[in-house]
Nanobody
Framework: QVQLVESGGGLVQPGGSLRLSCEAS????????IGWFRQAPGKEREGVSC????????NYADSVKGRFTISRDNAKNTVYLQMNSLKPEDTAVYYC????????????????????WGQGTQVTVSS
């Protein structure tokens, strides 16, 4: 069964850190670009970061640049999103998604490009 499972969300104070994980089962992530998206209450889902399959090229939304870092460990079939200096506006449900694309560049954030989606993990930044 093809599945993406996010974990690592939770409640954190402003300025704190969290590391999200996206683990794949039923397929190998090695040939997939991975994107992280988030959806805040009352807002549309937006792209946060992505990483290419072939060489680990990364991309970040302006709102998280310099604070978030995406990485992948193909041996563990897992992609990570390290989130530092968290702000209340980072509060959202975070989703990972996989795009079957063995290329050097990140596919960006058109959601239709992504083949598989996880169920999401809640991140709440509040004092």
């Amino acid at each position: 069964q093809v599945q993406l499972v996010e974990s690592g969300g939770g409640l954190v104070q402003p300025g704190g850190s969290l590391r999200l994980s996206c683990e794949a089962s039923g397929f190998s992530l090695a040939y997939y670009a991975i994107g992280w998206f988030r959806q805040a209450p009352g807002k549309e889902r937006e792209g946060v970061s992505c990483i290419s399959s072939r060489n680990g090229d990364t991309n970040y939304a302006d709102s998280v640049k310099g604070r978030f870092t995406i990485s992948r460990d193909n041996a563990k079939n897992t992609v990570y999103l390290q989130m530092n200096s968290l702000k209340p506006e980072d509060t959202a449900v975070y989703y990972c998604a996989a795009d079957f694309r063995y290329e050097s560049s990140c596919p960006g954030y058109p959601q239709w490009k992504y083949d598989y989606w996880g169920q999401g993990t809640q991140v709440t930044v509040s004092s």
